[in-house]
């Protein structure tokens, strides 16, 4: 598996476990556990993002 599919899917594995916590946080009123899932799900829609330039500079 190439480098930028493994971003790819890492990042959106990311993205949904960010979600579920911030969904957990919001039914809790805990409000760490918010913010915890909200930096989650930056880092993995980083991670996408850096997935998908991966792929555009390996096909020039």
Not at 31 to 51: H, P, S
Request: charged content about 30%; overall charge positive.
């Amino acid at each position: 598996m190439s480098s930028s599919t493994r971003d790819k899917i890492s990042g959106a594995a990311n993205q949904v476990t960010g979600k579920a916590k911030q969904a957990v946080g919001k039914a809790l009123d805990d409000k760490e556990l918010r913010a915890k899932g909200a930096v989650q799900e930056a880092k993995g829609t980083a991670q996408k993002a850096a997935g998908h330039v991966k792929d555009a500079v390996s096909k020039k």
